[in-house]
């Protein structure tokens, strides 16, 4: 850590109790009865009012506690604006409400996820199922946890026996091609499962209830704190040939299954689509 940073546990401790509080806050509003309902890339990617609240609510928070750091949001942006940024200060990466379109329908796999940056990298972040309360942790070089117990990932091997999990995109082209790939790679796995939350997703695979997971078109803040998780928990996490995890593509899985999910994507064109 830079001189004048605080640790990553200090940091985790913050957004814990933010990420609970905003939590909370979500599944009180999805009680009370979706509003505010409007769309963004496409007429299928919704976002709610409670996104939006939610989000604001995280933000004012950070800035009681810490009125110097900046925020990376969904809905709203860089609190930063276009403006040089320390880079020895910390930027907080939020997704207020993950997996949107599970909160519509009120379907049981949506979180908040909060990370911690400090100089490019994320050093600490949280996800906590809004509906159920199960909560993922981690912190750079200190392990991957989920309510107090360290997470390892799978210990499959074989891509053949993999469950992987995946997500799509809201525009139909991209939608096309991805479900191209998928029809390419479902033979050579166990099965394929798809929960519609992506930092969600990357904690079950930290845990190891799939075995791997991969996706694009993925935002910083739909992996920022579940990336770092599932990296704690010994996951690879990359993207194609050498690339850091991004939009284009992330892939995390064991060692011993990235090398394999890797290879076969790349002969699907997993990046070749729009």
């Known amino acids: 850590m ?3 940073t605080p ?13 609970r509080q905003a939590a909370q806050t979500a599944r009180r509003m999805r009680a009370e009865g979706v509003s505010g309902i409007s769309t963004k890339s496409t007429a299928t990617d919704v976002v709610t009012a409670a996104d939006r609240a939610v989000e604001r609510e995280v933000v004012a928070a950070l800035r009681d506690l810490r009125p110097d750091d900046t925020v990376l949001g969904e809905e709203y942006g860089d609190t930063a604006g276009s403006g040089p940024v320390d880079p020895e200060s910390v930027r907080w990466i939020l997704d207020p409400i993950d997996g949107t379109v599970n ?3 009120g379907l049981p796999n949506y979180a908040v996820s909060l ?11 949280v996800v906590r199922n809004a509906v159920t309360g199960d909560e993922w942790t981690a912190t750079r070089g ?26 799509f995109g809201y525009d139909p082209a991209r939608r096309a091609h991805q479900a191209a790939v998928l029809g390419g790679l479902i033979t050579y796995v166990r099965d394929i499962r798809r929960f519609g939350a992506a930092s969600i997703d990357l904690c079950m695979a930290a845990e190891g209830l799939v075995d791997a997971y991969y996706e694009r078109g993925l935002n910083l803040w739909d992996h920022a704190a579940g990336g770092l998780i599932a990296a704690e928990a010994g996951l690879r996490v990359a993207g194609l040939a050498g690339a850091p995890a991004g939009r284009e593509l992330l892939i995390a899985a064991p060692p011993a299954l990235f090398g394999p999910l890797h290879d076969r994507l790349a002969r699907l064109g997993v990046t070749d689509g729009p």
């Open 103 to 105: 909160y519509l329908y």
């Open 142 to 167: 200190g392990g991957a946890y989920r309510d107090g117990r360290r997470l390892h990932g799978s210990t499959e091997s074989d891509l053949g026996q993999a469950l992987v999990g995946t997500g």
């Open 2 to 4: 830079r001189v004048g």
């Open 7 to 19: 640790a990553p546990e200090e940091l985790l401790k913050i957004a814990v109790e933010i990420a």
């Open 115 to 125: 990370a911690a940056e400090v100089g490019g990298e994320v050093v600490a972040g």
